[in-house]
């Protein structure tokens, strides 16, 4: 499984936690020893992606830091406002 | 604050639409594994919760496989995680969360063993010495199970203190003590 798994595997995360799936966009930059996966929402949707206290950020963020260490890559996620 | 009148999915009256949830639980977990290249196998089992279990889980996912200690690094805090997005992507009703368990090794099972232990433990404490007992920050539903073992006990209360991942669970004795 590639890095874009990852890009497609956050942003179909995000479509289903959001109100508005279309309004979901994931880009993936890729650095040397980095992937920064943007995520973009609508902004009635941000408190959906980010959850209480950021809780749903962090669970991503938690499945990304496991599937960085498979893909020897770090793999980090920026929620776009 | 009254919630949003909001359609659960995969429950009616606060019960679990067990096979529908299930189905969806098995495509959340099909997605992420392959996704996050995880090395994993997992086997969902039906429950019928007994009434004093302090989660009522009837569905419990169990894993296993080469990743299996990813999973538990941490405190679980990756099937954690794994779990909290599950019951978010299946838009489950808050109070039916705990109907839906993931775990590996038995580590979650293990662990609420052994909060029920501590916080029996800790109460005791509480109620002889007079003096209030904190808990390390935990997790909402870890914290809920410490919450629900001391509400049995008439001599302490308890109450959550602390913000997001610093949220934790404090026993204070339920009077203070006299002095004779």
Redesign the interface.
Known sequence: ?SQG??K??VE??AK??VDNPDQVQVRAVEGEQVTVLELRVHPNDLGKVI?R????A???R??????G???KKRLTLEILE | MVPKAMNYQFSNDEKLDREAAGAELRHFLDRVLAGASLDLRYAIESLDPAPGDVEQVELRVAFSGQDEEFLLEHNGELLQALEYLAVRWLRLDPHLYDRIRLDAANYRADRIEELKLSARVAAQRVAETGQSFRFNPMPARERRILHMVLSEIPAVRSESEGYGEDRQVVIHPAKPLRSR
């Open positions: 499984m798994g990852v497609e595997l179909e995360i289903a936690l959850g206290q950021g809780r749903t962090k669970s991503i938690t499945i990304l830091g496991a599937a260490m498979k893909l």
